[in-house]
């Protein structure tokens, strides 16, 4: 017991929940990190842990890193995760998401799920039948709030991406601007449209090479092979792919004044980002620049909750105030000297009542 509690990744969580379902086989775990500013949001991760230990620490990180996501976006939400343990064959059955969907409805409102990696939108409706707590389901309707978070993250992203070439560069447009992107998935691939038509220089770059090839034929860029891309002489490098990428080694490969992109915790350790500043590289703080998609699944629970028609102009509103928020950063690191990184995890843990 008293392991746990010295465990290097708990965070005073306030919740912290072992669940195992004989009859349907699922295990699984649901942390809280901190419900000061609302209930705790965040997705639900389905995979396969050969050591049990990894799920809890992506459990307990996770969760901590929504508290701090909810809270820089400005929204009413806390921060919870959970982690579903998934056989290695990774089978998942109704009867699990069932199970998981009553676990959560125990929790009478303190945590909202939704989709993370290994979740779809349809295993989100087979959990929305046991519990009114999710958010991500289908929407009906173009002006409808909700749906796939992918093209809201990418568009605070593409905003972000202005925001750190006019602080750093100068600059009003990206035109001409070249930006260097890892992963064109859902995220990355909407960044390089966006910025595409506003005639920025791209060169793109995934390990499906077909794909990445044909987008950059698409969108007149470059094509880069995968392992080349960190190293490309650009002005922004766009980390849209896998997180951890910025360690010593891809640091130190780094040949842009400027890393904005929406991958999730691109810093290797914490140190990294005082090294990113120290090479005078502008960092944009990931779960800060990365908040589209968390704001429009969060108005679309909250409309929902509330019984209000959600209009996705108040989406769009609210993912427009991610480049003041990069500034305000920005301007306190260069003031305080301490990393934008820093500065971001000590906004959020003020925010959060820490
Ligand atoms: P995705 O699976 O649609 O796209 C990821 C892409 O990265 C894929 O095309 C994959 O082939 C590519 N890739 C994987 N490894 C690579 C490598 N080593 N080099 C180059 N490309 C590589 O996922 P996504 O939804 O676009 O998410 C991308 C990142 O953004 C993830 O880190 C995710 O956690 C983060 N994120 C996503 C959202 C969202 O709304 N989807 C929100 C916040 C953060």
């Given at each position: 017991m008293t392991a746990f509690w010295t465990e290097a990744d708990y965070d005073d969580h306030e919740h912290v929940q072992l669940v195992h379902d004989r009859a349907s086989g699922l295990t699984a775990i649901i942390a809280l990190h901190s419900t000061h500013l609302g209930p705790g949001a965040g997705g639900t991760r389905f995979w396969h842990y050969p050591d049990p230990k990894d799920a809890m620490r992506d459990a307990l990180r996770l969760s901590r890193g929504m508290s701090y996501k909810n809270a820089m976006a400005g929204l009413p939400m806390g921060g919870?995760?959970?982690?579903?343990?998934?056989?290695?064959?990774?089978?998942?059955?109704?009867?699990?998401?069932a199970a998981f969907g009553d676990t959560v409805n125990g929790l009478a409102g303190r945590y909202i799920t939704a989709e993370d990696v290994g979740i779809s939108e349809a295993d989100m409706v087979v959990v929305s039948k046991r519990t009114d707590y999710v958010s991500g389901l289908p929407v009906s309707g173009k002006d409808a709030a909700g749906g796939d978070p992918g093209p809201f993250t990418a568009m605070g992203i593409y905003l972000g991406i202005k925001a750190a070439v006019k602080h750093k560069l100068g600059k009003e447009s990206v035109s001409g601007v070249h930006i260097a992107i890892q992963g064109i998935g859902s995220v990355g691939g909407g960044v390089a449209r966006l910025l595409a038509h506003d005639g920025a220089k791209l060169t793109l770059s995934d390990i499906n090479e077909d794909r990445a090839r044909a987008m950059a034929g698409e969108l007149g860029g470059e094509f880069s092979a995968p392992g080349s891309i960190m190293g490309v002489s650009c002005d922004v490098f766009s980390p849209n792919a896998l997180g951890a990428i910025l360690d010593d080694a891809g640091i130190a490969r780094l040949d842009a004044p400027i890393v904005a992109g929406g991958a999730n915790n691109q810093l290797a350790r914490q140190g990294h980002g005082k090294m990113l500043a120290e090479r005078g590289i502008l960092f944009a703080p990931d779960y800060v620049i990365n908040a589209g998609g968390i704001i429009s699944v969060a108005m679309e629970?909250?409309?929902?909750?509330?019984?209000?028609?959600?209009?996705?102009?108040?989406?769009?509103?609210?993912?427009?105030?991610?480049?003041?928020?990069?500034?305000?950063?920005?301007r306190e690191s260069e003031s305080s000297g301490v990393s934008s990184d820093a500065v971001a995890d000590r906004m959020a843990q003020k925010l959060i009542g820490r």
């Open positions: 919870g995760k959970a982690v579903i343990l998934a056989s290695k064959d990774k089978s998942k059955t109704e009867e699990m998401l629970y909250i409309c929902k909750r509330d019984g209000d028609p959600c209009d996705i102009n108040e989406v769009r509103k609210r993912i427009a105030q991610i480049p003041g928020r990069l500034e305000e950063i920005w």
